[in-house]
Structure formats: C-alpha cells, structure tokens
C-alpha cells in the first residue's frame, strides 16, 4: 500500500494544479504554504523530475508535471476505493458519492439516490448540476462517480453505460393559448411560439436545433438560461411557451395554468441514462450507485406524463 506520507504529497500535487496558485491550494490542504512547497519539491526530488514552472508565482506544469497530474488523480482515486471497499466490507458503503446529472434529468435522480440510500444508509450524496461535457470531464479526472446525461447524442467515451429512460418532448403553453386544448403539435408550430429555452451550451438545447434544423426549421427563442428554473418561471409568467422534457412533470405536477401538448412530425426522443468510468474494478461508490440502477425502473415512473 502507498506509504500516507506520499499519499498527502499527491493529494497536495492535484490541489496546486487545480487552483495554479501555491497559497490558495495550501489554504484549500488546510497546511501552511511553506510545507505544501516542501511537499511539492520532495516530489521532484523523488521522481527526480521538474513538475512545476516556477517564477515569482504559479506558472504551470510542466510536461512531467502533466502526467504525474494524471497518474496522481488515478492513484489517488483507487487508494480511496481501496479504503472504502475494505472499510464498506466491514460496516457498510460510507463515504460520499459524487453524482453529476445535466439540467434535463434532474427530474429522474432522486429515483436513483432513494435506490442508493436505501442500500447503503452510511454514505452521503453530492449531486452537482452539469453540462454533458463537463461531467465526461469529472469522470476522466476521477472528480465524479457517475453521471447522468445523453447516451446517444454526443455519446462520451470510455465509460460503462446504463440506459435509464427515454425522454419525450412538450410544448408548453398558457392555459388560454389558441394551442392548449390539442393533443398534439408539429415541430414546426412549435418553433413558431414566442419561446423560453436553455442556452446553446445545453445538449438538450443543441438536440432541439439538431432535429430541428433535420427537417428544414430553425429556432429563435426570445429568452435563452442555462437553468429550467428560469425557463419554468418565465412559463409561469404566462408570456412565453417552452420546448421541455415530458419528465419535469414529475416534478412540476399539474399546473392548471399551463397545457403540456405532445410534439410529433416527427416523435422525437433520446435516451438518458447513467455512465461510470471504464474501470475495472469499479470504485465501491460507482458499483453501488450502478447496482442502484439496475433495480430502478425510471420509464415507469414517468409514463404517465
């Protein structure tokens, strides 16, 4: 087992290049600044190589520091399994599991963190809201455990993969909208309406103009987030209509002064599932967030909306 000493070294390592800045990332360790550059240089002097540009302040890392910072993060990563696994084997998972989860399934994770808490009552939940890109980068950096997101479009790499539900697309209008008493519209009435949307730097954004732009139409919302609470609110307004998941209503429930009409010509959906890294073995935290969602039936859930 890696002696602790060499163990805080790394950990003090991957803080410098997460903050570029020697008295933040000491301050983040909860060490003086002295003692995390003494730790940093009994590194180089181990290795016996440079890791760091120095001047009078952070510079970079350099190419060896480049990938000592990956080989840190993934030893770092699996000596923290390690412990988890040895210390779950005798009194239960413990620990805190870090789940990233795009705005458009929010809907759907506490299905999974009910499973989870259930089978493991010792361990804590961190749920992190993310762009689809930014959660491929938690897991190839070993700062996530899982994450929720698009299995299809856009699909990441180098990870195992679970599929969860298929998502559906609603307008919605105000109750006395000339469109609220139909079953259903076409894509091309919808991108008609005065619309509240999220921002193109959301895949489920980018899905909605990709399919979109298949069949000849475009897209001009009024409003543009990068969060559905907005959307949602503007909803409320009364003012606007939106292109949303049929899922939010599990969360929304009904609103009597909103009408949820299907989108077809063409049915659209995509399927949204959870993904852990490509590692064998698992770390304790993704194989019981996995084991959770095998035995969670989220389509069911959400077909009545």
């Known amino acids: 087992m890696p002696r602790p000493m060499l163990m805080r070294h790394l950990s003090y390592f991957v803080m410098l290049a997460k903050e570029r800045h020697f008295a933040r990332a000491a301050d983040a360790c909860n060490v003086a600044q002295p003692t995390l550059s003494a730790a940093i240089r009994k590194l180089e002097e ?19 520091g480049e990938k000592l910072l990956a080989w840190s993060r993934q030893i770092l990563t699996d000596y923290t399994s390690l412990r988890d696994d040895l210390a779950g084997a005798r009194q239960g998972l413990v620990g805190d599991l870090r789940l990233g989860v795009i705005p458009a399934a929010m809907p759907c994770v506490s299905f999974l963190t009910a499973r989870f808490c259930a089978a493991n009552p010792a361990a804590t939940i961190e749920i ?38 298929r998502e559906r697309y609603k307008l919605v209008v105000p109750h006395d909208h000339p469109l609220a008493g139909r079953a259903a519209v076409s894509w091309q009435e919808a991108a008609g309406e ?63 002064e909103l ?12 399927t949204i599932g959870l993904i852990i890294s490509d590692r064998d073995p698992r770390s304790p935290m993704a194989g019981a967030l996995f084991a959770a969602a095998l035995e969670t039936d989220i389509e069911a859930a959400f077909a009545a909306f």
């Open 128 to 165: 992190r809201s993310m762009t689809s890109r930014a959660i491929a980068e938690g897991l190839d950096a070993f700062e996530l455990d899982g994450g929720v997101t698009y299995l299809e479009n856009e699909p990441v790499e180098h990870v195992q993969r679970l599929p969860l539900y």
């Open 194 to 256: 005065r619309l509240c949307l999220l921002s193109q730097d959301m895949q489920n954004r980018r899905i909605i103009d990709r399919l979109t732009t298949s069949i000849g139409l475009a897209v001009h919302p009024v409003v543009v987030s990068n969060s559905f609470l907005a959307v949602c609110a503007h909803l409320r307004s009364g003012d606007w209509a939106s292109i949303v998941p049929h899922s939010f209503f599990h969360v929304l429930g009904k609103q009597p």
């Open 46 to 64: 181990d290795l016996g190589a440079t890791l760091v540009v120095r001047s009078h302040r952070f510079v970079g890392l350099t190419p060896e």
């Open 259 to 270: 009408a949820a009409i299907d989108i077809v010509d063409p049915v659209h959906s995509e």
